[in-house]
Structure formats: C-alpha cells, structure tokens
C-alpha cells in the first residue's frame, strides 16, 4: 500500500526561476531534491537558516566543482514555499552572503509578501 505523502507546493519568484535554470545541470538536480525534502517538512542537509531575514528564511547552500552556488527560500508566507533567489557565490573568502544578495533577498521577500496580502 502506497501513502501519499503530505507536501507543501513550491513557488517561484520569476528572477529567481531564471538564474536558477543558468546553474549546472547536476546542482540543479541538488537542489530540487532539497526543495523537495523541504516540501515534505523535512530540513536537508545543505539547509541553514538565513540570519537577519526573520524566521523561515532559509538558504541552500552547495559547493559545486569548486563553484558556490546558493537558493534561498522562505517558508512562513502564504501556503507555498516561495523560493525568492538563486545565485552563484563569486566571494572567493568567507562563508557569508554578500550583502547585495541579501539586500535583493530582503527586497524580493518584501514584494512578495505585499503581492500576497
């Protein structure tokens, strides 16, 4: 006997969508079973919490062939998970996410929480 199980549709921001289909076949393939562990109500092991953005903002984060590739998404707005940017880490230091990439994450989160209202 099967169960089907209890997942969460995932939402895209267009930009996001669009840089997304821009990374490595194989990172895609990463993160769309992470997403979809997300789905499930699960948190994968490339998951970590995106500080300074509120609660449910969470960033996937993966090393691909030496490149840095990262998809951010939101879990508290509305009933999907919205996936609201993804992008190529071009730092060669440190772990954190340069603060353009949050300025447009926290840009995106805003609009979308306005449209969704």
């Known amino acids: 006997m099967t169960t089907a199980r209890d ?7 267009k930009g996001a969508q669009k840089d997304f289909a821009d990374f490595p076949e194989d990172a895609r393939l990463t993160f769309a079973r992470a997403l979809t562990v997300v789905a499930e109500g699960r948190t994968p092991d490339i998951a970590k919490p995106l500080t300074g953005l509120g609660s449910g903002v969470m960033e996937l984060a993966l090393k691909h062939r030496g490149d840095a590739f990262r998809v951010v998404y939101a879990l508290q707005i509305g009933e999907a998970i919205w996936v609201v ?5 071009k730092a060669t230091r440190g772990i954190a996410t340069p603060k353009h990439e949050i300025d447009l994450v926290r840009e995106r989160l805003k609009r979308l929480k306005e449209a969704l209202k």
């Open 85 to 89: 940017h993804a992008f190529q880490k």
């Open 7 to 13: 997942t969460r549709a995932i939402s895209w921001i």
